[in-house]
């Protein structure tokens, strides 16, 4: 079975530009969550959406935007970035009802 | 009252030891506490959780240990072995909702 998938795996982007990231949940997952991860520190809460509705958000500026979609995958929009949105951006999926959070293997957003 | 606190920040076991890891909360509401490993260039990879209303769980050579009166929580690998050297993030959420990580625990097991 596919774990979790997200798409690209790597970027690199201008401050200044827009960047779209994308996630694919397990199969049958209908909860997706979003996570934020800088260089030696704990992965940060950016967005939950569960049956294509926002179930949370985090302490992030309306720059970062998300949405999901009818087969449950989702997408991670950031406008205007700035140098300190470099990181790793993370996605997990997850049952309804199930606590359990599975993460893609993330992809790496470099900002110069 | 959101944190996870985690420590130690780095930790060298000998293969064959016992690596132990620590976490504390405040926040009472908390009801599911899982850890995470996670390799360089690599997603977190669910390790095993726990839920308040059970002292211990054990899976394979990994345990946690749960304290709900002192609320922290820990984290035991056995007969630790180089390929467990890793980091290691502890986190807790409640009732499904966002994953409230620790700063994590940058473990090396020396063959």
């Known amino acids: 079975d596919a774990g979790v998938t997200q798409s690209p795996t790597h970027l690199i982007k201008t401050r200044g530009q827009h960047v779209t990231l994308r996630c694919s949940p397990i199969?049958?997952?209908?909860?997706v969550s979003w996570y934020q991860q800088v260089l030696g520190q704990g992965p940060q809460f950016i967005f939950q959406?569960?049956?294509?509705?926002?179930?949370g958000r985090g302490n992030f500026p309306d720059r970062f935007s998300a949405r999901q979609f009818p087969n449950y995958s989702s997408e991670l929009n950031v406008n205007a970035l700035l140098l300190g949105d470099s990181a790793l951006y993370l996605c997990?999926?997850?049952?309804?009802?199930?606590?359990?959070?599975?993460f893609g293997q993330g992809t790496r957003l470099t900002v110069v | 009252q959101q944190q996870v606190k985690q420590s130690p920040q780095s930790l060298i076991v000998q293969k064959g030891g016992i690596s132990i890891i620590n976490c504390a909360y405040e926040?009472?509401?908390?009801?599911?506490f899982p850890w995470y490993q996670q390799f360089p260039g690599k997603g977190p990879a669910l390790l095993i959780a726990?839920?308040?209303?059970?002292s211990e769980k054990k899976e394979g050579r990994f345990t946690i240990s749960f304290n709900k009166s002192a609320k922290q929580f820990s984290l035991h690998i056995m007969d630790s072995q180089p390929g467990d050297s890793a980091t290691y993030f502890c986190a807790a959420s409640v009732q499904g909702g966002k994953l409230i990580f620790g700063q994590g625990t940058e473990l090396s097991v020396k063959p």
């Open positions: 726990i839920r308040p209303d059970v």
């Open positions: 926040n009472t509401a908390f009801d599911y």
């Open positions: 959406y569960y049956e294509k509705e926002e179930r």
């Open positions: 199969s049958g997952h209908k909860s």
């Open positions: 997990a999926s997850s049952l309804p009802a199930n606590t359990e959070a599975f």
